[in-house]
């Protein structure tokens, strides 16, 4: 199973990015897609989850209205949109798979590399 990230990058506070993540090897649509983000000197915290149809979606509150997550199953892919973006949402992020919903990024069974979000002020 692989996961790859993408579509970080260097941005001012109140821009946006799409983070994308696209997965091989796996049954795409039987699992929820987890966002996590991880800031140096920080424990990796929950972001976003999609269930596995996309009918279902779960946020930290600090990103609420702010941020949004979709899947393509027909493509493997999940993103994260990412609006108005502040300095503190500066970490690398990453998405991973779980066949149910959990905010504890400890149950994810799969992962991708990250990719970092830097947002300066």
């Known amino acids: 199973v692989q996961l790859q990230a993408s579509g970080g990058g260097l941005v001012q506070a109140g821009d946006s990015l799409r983070l994308s993540c696209a997965a091989s090897?796996?049954?795409?649509?039987?699992?929820?897609m987890g966002w996590f983000r991880q800031a140096p000197g920080k424990e990796r915290e929950f972001v976003a989850a999609i269930s596995w149809g996309g009918g279902s979606a779960y946020f930290v509150d600090s990103v609420k209205g702010r941020f949004t997550v979709s899947r393509d199953n027909a493509k493997n892919t999940v993103y994260l949109q990412m609006n108005s973006l502040k300095p503190e949402d500066t970490a690398v992020y990453y998405c991973a798979a779980r066949k149910y919903y959990s905010r504890d990024y400890s149950l994810y069974e799969y992962w991708g590399p990250g990719t970092q979000v830097t947002v300066s002020s």
């Open positions: 090897e796996l049954t795409f649509s039987s699992y929820v």
